[in-house]
T-cell receptor, first 111, second 115 residues
Framework: AQSVSQHNHHVILSEAASLELGCNYS??????LFWYVQYPGQHLQLLLK??????LVKGIKGFEAEFIKSKFSFNLRKPSVQWSDTAEYFC?????????FGAGTRLTVKP | DGGITQSPKYLFRKEGQNVTLSCEQN?????MYWYRQDPGQGLRLIYY???????QKGDIAEGYSVSREKKESFPLTVTSAQKNPTAFYLC??????????????FGPGTRLTVL
């Protein structure tokens, strides 16, 4: 079975710092890629997704992610984080109709 | 107001008891899923269903059962056979198009605690 790795378990940043969360996956075929966010006390919701085309994907709230096929990666970025970005972030990969989630990265943004 | 509802939000159960978690969606999605979320482990798939009256085991189906009698509903029963049932349970749904899973929409979750 394929796997998804999120190497950062907990990231702590100050407001206005730049963010990059890593996501790597193991499936070698065609994949659909997702980043979900879970704000404290709220539903898991979609930040952005990649199916095909431009590997640089823009999502909500200023987030973006870049699909690098050769590196099996789909890292999430934001140039300047805000206190309201404090949440848990999950990478998900769908390969061959098998959807897998990473273990999640908890982001804490200090005001 | 479309979405996925899960009830109850919090559930307490004594050891040895079965308990059923509710999941309803009004998004007209064909596929529905149950995940278990534990700290540091992400979301692990318990069961999923792509069509009424059919469902498939996920990675951690042991000790759980589901039914899909209606398109809108996908209840999960946590049986007494589940060794470590205390967890946060998430239900999701998605459309199915061209054999490719689309994004999944999630409910608010049910936190189950076994006393």
């Amino acid at each position: 079975a394929q796997s998804v790795s999120q190497h950062n378990h907990h990231v702590i940043l100050s407001e206005a710092a730049s963010l990059e969360l890593g996501c790597n996956y193991s499936y070698g075929g065609t994949v659909n890629l997702f980043w979900y966010v879970q704000y404290p006390g709220q539903h898991l919701q979609l930040l952005l997704k990649y199916f095909s085309g431009d590997p640089l994907v823009k999502g909500i709230k200023g987030f973006e992610a870049e699909f690098i096929k050769s590196k099996f990666s789909f890292n999430l970025r934001k140039p300047s984080v805000q206190w309201s970005d404090t949440a848990e972030y999950f990478c998900a990969v769908n390969g061959n109709n098998d959807m897998r989630f990473g273990a999640g990265t908890r982001l804490t943004v200090k005001p | 107001d479309g979405g996925i509802t899960q009830s109850p939000k919090y559930l307490f159960r004594k050891e040895g008891q079965n308990v059923t978690l509710s999941c309803e969606q009004n998004l007209n999605h064909d596929a529905m899923y149950w995940y278990r979320q534990d700290p540091g482990q992400g979301l692990r798939l318990i069961y999923y269903s792509q069509i009424v009256n059919d469902f498939q085991k996920g990675d951690i189906a042991e000790g759980y059962s589901v039914s899909r009698e209606k398109k809108e509903s996908f209840p999960l029963t946590v049986t007494s056979a589940q060794k470590n049932p205390t967890a946060f349970y998430l239900c999701a749904s998605s459309s199915l198009g061209g054999g490719v899973y689309n994004e999944q929409f999630f409910g608010p979750g049910t936190r189950l605690t076994v006393l």
